[in-house]
């Protein structure tokens, strides 16, 4: 079983479109995690959510839009993609009386033409 | 915020030798956690190692180890008797132990090379 799961896995899409990426974790944690992996591979976080409250929402454009619908699951929407917004995009998931543990999924490739 | 540095972009290793990769971090805390992840081309991000700071002992799995050095916040990650499966990117990770601030601060990474 995947404990961390995204989909897709690869999204290209047009300059201007709205974009979805779902993650599902199924291993009971409390929280969730969205990271982006620009194409130097620097990885920086964008967005933290605990039992489906917004905890950390770093420096973002308001054009992206995460939602919690259960603690199982965080779904990142992007609007108007651009051209800077290709990346690899990256669910985790830990539990907060755990920090030595989290868990990634396998990344989703955005590419914005 | 917390920075962590990995100031060795690129390193090399024969394969069955040992190489140690570099990883400095900036932390006013006392208590903190430590990791450092492998990324191979798959993409998918693999929990190699951990540390908590309040233990003195470095933590070992298998041929990964680490030296953890508090006072000079060092964490270098040591690779005995590399593989060729070990061939990634590896990147050192600081989390806070403040409640709410559960991610993981990233360094640029090393890509490491095994030389068959």
């Known amino acids: 079983d995947t404990a961390v799961s995204q989909t897709p896995k690869y999204l290209v899409t047009q300059m201007g479109n709205d974009k979805s990426i779902k993650c599902e974790q199924n291993?009971?944690?409390?929280?969730m995690y969205w990271y982006k992996q620009d194409s130097k591979k620097f990885l920086k976080i964008m967005f933290s959510?605990?039992?489906?409250?917004?905890?950390i929402n770093e420096t973002v454009p308001n054009r992206f839009s995460p939602k919690s619908p259960d603690k199982a699951h965080l779904n990142l929407h992007i609007n108007s993609l651009e051209l800077g917004d290709s990346a690899v995009y990256f669910c985790?998931?830990?539990?907060?009386?755990?920090?030595?543990?989290?868990?990634f999924g396998q990344g989703t490739r955005l590419t914005v033409v | 915020a917390q920075t962590v540095t990995q100031s060795q972009p690129e390193m090399s290793v024969q394969e069955a030798e040992t190489v140690t990769l570099s990883c400095t971090y900036d932390t006013s805390e006392s208590d903190y956690y430590l990791f450092w992840y492998k990324q191979p081309p798959s993409r998918q991000m693999i929990l190699v190692i951990r540390?908590?700071?309040?233990?003195?002992q470095n933590a070992t799995e298998n041929r990964f180890s680490v030296n953890f050095q508090k006072a000079a916040k060092s964490f270098s990650l040591k690779i005995s008797d590399s593989q060729l499966g070990d061939a990634a990117m590896y990147f050192c990770?600081?989390?806070?132990?403040?409640?709410?601030?559960?991610?993981?601060?990233f360094g640029t990474g090393t890509r490491l090379t095994v030389i068959p």
């Open positions: 985790a998931s830990s539990l907060r009386s755990k920090p030595t543990e989290a868990f």
């Open positions: 291993l009971g944690h409390d929280t």
């Open positions: 540390q908590e700071a309040y233990k003195q």
């Open positions: 990770a600081y989390r806070s132990p403040q409640t709410g601030a559960n991610n993981l601060f």
């Open positions: 959510y605990n039992n489906k409250e917004l905890i």
